[in-house]
């Protein structure tokens, strides 16, 4: 997946989740804006929903953010035209938390070790969420092998 600069500058923008489609995707109603927000969150990378752990990541972030006013941090876009950002309810990042709880992977690239490796290593040595499962795949490696979700029938 390749990012875009949306601006030189970073922007926030606040507003409510209307939606949360999967554990790193979700809707923001920003104000002034007719059309919601699509936002991937930045650094991580949860389960597909059709992959174990997926419903439960997509479940965690909805309990969690839904109807909330939250803050959106980007300048980027992904090639599916998401808004890649920093979520942040109540001043807490919701990436961070996502891994925290054991519902995603931090996105890594080119051997870094992405902005939760922290977080990740602990979430994985205390067994919490998809890492109970000592076998729980990354979803990077299950969408190489099974493809994505939304393309199966």
Not at 120 to 129: S, V
Request: some cysteine; overall charge positive.
């Amino acid at each position: 997946m390749t990012f875009q600069a949306a601006a030189s500058t970073r922007q926030a923008q606040s507003g409510v989740v209307t939606r949360v489609v999967d554990g790193d995707t979700l809707w923001v109603k920003t104000s002034g804006s007719q059309q919601p927000l699509k936002v991937r969150l930045q650094g991580i990378d949860a389960p597909e929903i059709c992959q174990p752990g997926g419903k439960q990541a997509r479940e965690a972030l909805k309990r969690r953010v839904l109807g909330k006013s939250v803050t959106v941090t980007s300048n980027a876009h992904d090639d599916y035209g998401r808004t890649v950002g920093t979520l942040h309810l109540q001043g807490q990042d919701m990436g961070r938390w996502l891994v925290a709880e054991g519902h995603a992977w931090v996105y890594s690239y080119r051997h870094k070790k992405g902005p939760y490796a922290g977080e990740l290593r602990q979430a994985r040595l205390a067994g919490r969420g998809v890492f109970s499962d000592v076998a729980a795949e990354e979803p990077r490696l299950f969408r190489k092998r099974h493809g994505s979700c939304h393309l199966r029938p």
